[in-house]
């Protein structure tokens, strides 16, 4: 079975510093990972997405995550926070019929 | 380009009332799927279709029906309203399944069940 932990529920950083958003996942097989964000009342936008050609994965608004199979991880980072940053991210992993597997969020605050 | 889209936006149902929350996409993708968030949980799957005239339980099905006649719609029908069912539901489609597909969401339906 596949499953994905967050393991931050709220992270709080000031503008210009840096963000990380960790996320750790299971599965018997090579994954599917995703991050997602969603900002308020809003619905669900895909960040950036894990392919096999790199372990380093660069997505939209800056922001990179990294797959490390020894470590079961794909942590979401980005080298400075906007104060447009600040939503709801999901780590997501696919069991490839198409079910999405959700983590149970972070929510991210950006301070000015 | 419309991509995934849900109505209504928002409703408040009273106890033992049904409804439709309607789905539809445009982008010809063979699977669709509803879940509903709900604070601290993530988001949690309740029904799948890949493909029209095929459906399937998720996570959480209880309490909801779905059926899927065409490719481009799929609505998510709850029989008989329970407070517990107040959340955020979303629909989501997807071009195919496999590895590494994303899936497209449409921006959410606000339930509230008094």
């Known amino acids: 079975a596949q499953s994905v932990t967050q393991l931050d529920s709220h992270v709080s950083v000031s503008e210009g510093t840096p963000v990380l958003l960790r996320c750790n996942y299971s599965?018997?097989?090579?994954?599917?990972l995703f991050w997602y964000v969603q900002h308020p009342n809003k619905g669900l936008q895909l960040l950036l997405k894990y392919t096999s050609a790199a372990t380093l994965v660069k997505g939209i608004n800056g922001f990179e995550a990294e797959f490390k199979k020894s470590e079961t991880s794909f942590h979401l980072t980005k080298p400075s926070a906007h104060m447009s940053d600040a939503a709801e991210y999901f780590c997501?992993?696919?069991?490839?019929?198409?079910?999405?597997?959700f983590g149970q969020g972070t929510t991210l605050q950006v301070k000015p | 380009n419309a991509g995934v889209t849900q109505t209504p936006k928002f409703q408040v149902l009273k106890t033992g009332q049904s409804m439709t929350l309607q789905c539809a996409q445009d982008m010809n993708h063979e699977y669709m799927s509803w879940y509903r968030q709900d604070p601290g949980m993530g988001l949690r799957l309740i029904h799948y279709s890949v493909g029209a005239g095929i459906t399937d339980q998720g996570e959480v099905p209880n309490g909801y029906n779905v059926s899927r006649s065409t490719t481009e719609d799929f609505p998510l029908r709850l029989l008989s309203a329970a407070p517990s069912q107040t959340s955020v539901y979303f629909c989501?489609?997807?071009?195919?399944?496999?590895?590494?597909?994303?899936?497209?969401f449409g921006q959410g339906t606000r339930l509230t069940v008094v």
């Open positions: 989501a489609s997807t071009p195919r399944t496999g590895w590494n597909t994303e899936a497209f």
């Open positions: 997501v992993v696919s069991d490839n019929t198409g079910k999405l597997i």
């Open positions: 599965s018997s097989y090579s994954p599917s």
